[in-house]
């Protein structure tokens, strides 16, 4: 039950964050899943991806509405987005957990200095 409950609020707090920020799947459900739910790494990312449809397909439902999308844009990342995760999945078994670990808080790391600064 408490592990129901967690997942729930994950997504609803990723969400929300997606919906604001364009952002929630790899910056918030992937740390959550490890650090709050106890998954590892790999299994985190995997799950991450897995739940990205849903609420992909609703962001392009609203924001598509409203004229928000970009189309030839979204075209061009969605055509880019199938063929890298299609690399990363066939890669992914081959890499530790641990030096998976080790990239993804770099990229944070990096991703936040870089928006922090003007």
Same mark, same amino acid.
């Given at each position: 039950m408490l592990a129901?409950?967690? #997942?729930?609020?994950? %997504? &609803?707090?990723? =969400? +929300?964050? #997606?919906?604001?920020? %364009? &952002?929630?799947? =790899? +910056?918030?459900?992937?740390?959550g899943l490890v650090l709050w739910m106890g998954?590892?790494?790999?299994?985190a990312a995997a799950t991450s991806l897995a739940t990205i449809t849903v609420s992909a397909a609703t962001a392009v439902i609203l924001f598509g509405r409203a004229s928000a999308v970009d189309w030839p844009a979204a075209g061009y990342l969605l055509i880019g987005a199938a063929v890298g995760v299609r690399l990363a999945a066939r890669y992914l078994d081959r890499i530790p957990n641990t030096l998976l670990t080790w990239i993804f808080a770099t990229l944070m790391l990096v991703a936040a200095v870089r928006l922090a600064l003007p």
């Open positions: 129901t409950l967690r #997942s729930v609020t994950l %997504g &609803v707090v990723a =969400g +929300v964050v #997606s919906g604001l920020f %364009g &952002v929630g799947g =790899g +910056v918030l459900v992937v740390p998954l590892d790494q790999r299994r």
